[in-house]
């Protein structure tokens, strides 16, 4: 696939309207190449992405899927973006007071039988990887929590709480420093899995149930007073679904 053309709010081009007003979702150039071959769609069961395109209000991210947007506290834009031409990032060095959160609380599980959730971003960290990096992520108080783009012991892993039970998923990927890396968290009622680059790596069972998460807010970046959970570097297009989203969906 051809690299995606953006529009100057940072939404994907999906198809080119020609003059006679038909439709083309594939462009070749003169010598024959593609140069532009539209991407699917996004899944309806994406609730929330915050894909950082507009920085005009840099205490703002824009929901690109609907109308939650996040308020930025710490964290900055930046042209060092995975997707598109700006991203987010932080320091690492206001722990407890760094946040990106969606102004209004999301349902963390679907409503309706899907009863799912799915959570990701790029991440791009910068410096140590031997700690746990909470860094985009549904939330609803200290004892629910699904969470993404953690770094432990060097490799990428993911976690879900509920009811102050842990569940770790190490995807055995290392995590490359300066690097961004596509990190999905998803799980349903009996699995919790972590997508990598759009390569589902791990997952392991479970028997918590999803429905006690609620609804809470939907977090680019989680500020923290434990030295241990500390992100210093980028986040681009962290993503929220109300449903397991399969590796093809991801990418």
Known sequence: MSPPIYTPDGSEVSEIVLPDGSTASEVIGPDGNVVFEAGPDIPDSVVTQYRFEDDSDTTTALDGVGSNNATISGPTYTSNAAKGSHAIEDDGVDRSGNNVESNATVDL??????????????????????????????????????????????NWETRLVIGGTEVFVDSGVSVESSTYTA????????????????????????????????????????GHSSSNNIFDGGVDDATYASDRLSAVEVQ
């Open 109 to 154: 599980v679907a409503s309706g039988d899907s009863q799912a959730l799915s959570v990701g971003c790029f991440a791009r960290p910068e410096g140590a990887t031997g700690f746990y990096y909470p860094v985009s992520h549904g939330i609803n108080g200290g004892d629910n929590l699904a969470v993404v783009a953690g770094a432990f012991a060097g």
């Open 183 to 222: 990190v999905f968290a998803v799980a349903d009622q009996s699995e919790v899995g972590i997508i990598v680059d759009g390569t589902l790596e791990a997952t392991t069972t479970h028997s918590l149930d999803l429905t006690n998460i609620g609804a809470g807010s939907h977090k680019a970046i989680q």
